[in-house]
């Protein structure tokens, strides 16, 4: 408590993207009192809104050396403490006809000096490891790449740091700060729930809000220079590949397709935006033909694979006058002392880097909190496995026991060819629709997942078929996981994430959260938004198969429940 009255941590941290989770994770572990705040939802920003690849820092290899040596570091960490929200599937780098082959004994060179490891191998055994890759290729080389949940990442940090003692809030905004006689003291929030304000104190204050730290520095009066690059990706229906396929040249437009869960994501587009596209960015027609056009290199059935939706996020890079496109932009984490920098004590941005190296970005972080604080606790966190994660048996092996690639054989892990399943059933032939269900959460909660009461009929009842989540882990993620809407629910579940975008399952999803109490507005406003929100990312894509199921959930929703959920806002 301070002098009057009021609530006093230790620090608190803006911003509930992996960043700002993880530097909660890593101060609560660590000792401090801690808040972490969020003016939306967790993973709303860039975190949620990139193709989860897990880096092996190949790409970066050759134009930032420092971001691929702590990509391959932090790759091995996330594999050790994340197993649950990670897929150790490999990745190759391909060389096109239309590309230089000499780049390959560059590339490797590189990746060779970051202590990467980089097999050149036969194109003839990259198109017997990954069937569905260009069988046009001239070359090829085999690196740890994987893929990575970051809705998943991000929970389990702020699961964690709850259980280290940190307080969180949820959609409150900063407003403004104290600051007294060059200090930061603390900082002035608005409850969007509740329309009112509040003022929290603390001794220091960490800006990890991503491309929105540049407006939040500001409101300290002090400025951080971001560059809003943009950058759009398509979500196809099913996974076409197992391994991650990467072009080997310099990073470019659409060159990565990654797999994940039972869909696979092309990407990305880099684009300059202003920053008040930042909170509402739409993909664009030319930019989906882009990442179609370049898609098909990689993996030519792309041509006829269904697109689910269209999304873009916004890169928190550090700004550069001579790069229009971002492109060249270091990947490298920022960290600023705004004392030192800019005469304000008590305050610290954090940005740069990339979801890789989120725990890296919050090690650096928390230390320097800690020195401001006298505090000579040390980081845990590349040691400490994450909730969900804390046993032997690594999650992301189950996955197999689950889910197959439409393509040819599948692999494990080690390497093994496996047999083959349609990646669009939704059920082990030999399991029942329950067994299923409890081993799909199992995949998204690791093992966490026994606290998951599915203990009878109605629990085990499904509420959204797509992606197999059952009454009770839509229960459970109320009852834990920060929700009051379904956009929330979507973030920790997948409920709305499957084929029919939300079509059948949104409806029971809103009927849950009403039941619970947990709706920040009524359930018809809330269906409104979510299916909203899934139009937006439906409507850039809109042709075939995709075009007729959002008609369809128009239909529904609009014919029997009279919402107007088909608008282009």
Known sequence: MNSNGESHFDVIIIGGGATGAGTARDCAMRGLKVLLVERHDFASGATGRNHGLLHSGARYAVTDHESAEECIKENMILRRIASHCVEENDGLFITLPEDDLAYQAKFVEACTAAGINAEVIDPALARSLEPSVNPELIGAVRVPDGSIDPFRLTTANIVDAKLHGAEVLTMHEITGFVIENGRMKGVKLLDHRTKRTKT??????????????????????????????????????????????????????????????????????????????????????????????????????????????????????????????????????????????????????????????????????????????????????????????????????????????????????????????????????????????????????????????????????????????????????????????????????????????GELCACRAAGQLAKAGRCARSAQDDLEKFLQERWKGMYPVAWGHTLSEAQFTSWIYEGVYGLPVIENK
């Open 200 to 501: 929290i104190y603390s001794s220091i204050t960490v800006n990890a809000g991503g491309i929105w730290g540049h407006n939040i520095a500001q409101l300290a009066g002090v400025t951080v220079n971001m560059f809003p690059a943009k950058g759009a990706l398509l979500v196809f229906g099913h996974r076409v590949n197992n391994m991650i396929i990467n072009r080997c040249r310099k990073p470019a437009n659409a060159d990565i397709l990654v797999p994940g869960d039972l869909i696979c994501v092309i990407g990305t587009t880099s684009s300059r935006i202003p920053f008040d596209e930042c909170d509402n960015m739409h993909v664009t027609r030319e930019e989906v033909d882009l990442l179609l056009s370049e898609g098909e290199k990689l993996a030519p059935s792309l041509r006829n694979t269904r697109i689910l939706r269209a999304y873009a996020g916004v890169r928190p890079l550090v700004a550069s006058d001579s790069d229009p496109s971002g492109r060249s932009i270091s990947r490298g984490i920022v960290l600023l002392d705004h004392e030192t920098r800019d005469g304000l004590a008590g305050f610290i941005t954090i940005t740069g880097g990339k979801l890789m190296t989120y725990r890296l970005m919050a090690e650096w972080c928390t230390d320097l909190v800690c020195r401001k604080l006298n505090s000579d606790r040390k980081c845990q966190t590349a040691e400490i496995a994450l909730p969900g994660s804390r046993k032997e048996e690594s999650q992301a092996r189950k996955y197999y026991d689950i889910h197959g690639s439409a393509q040819g054989p599948k692999y494990s892990l080690d390497g093994v060819p496996q047999p083959s399943r349609d990646a669009s059933a939704t059920a082990v032939t030999s399991a029942s629709q329950a067994e299923t269900a409890d081993k799909s959460a199992e995949w998204r909660h690791g093992s966490i997942n026994a606290e998951i009461n599915a203990t009878d009929a109605d629990s085990r009842a499904l509420v959204c078929e797509c992606e197999e989540v059952s009454v009770a882990e839509v229960e459970y993620a109320i009852s834990n996981l920060h929700i009051d809407n379904l956009v929330n629910l979507r973030r920790r579940t997948r409920v709305g994430m499957g084929t029919c975008q």
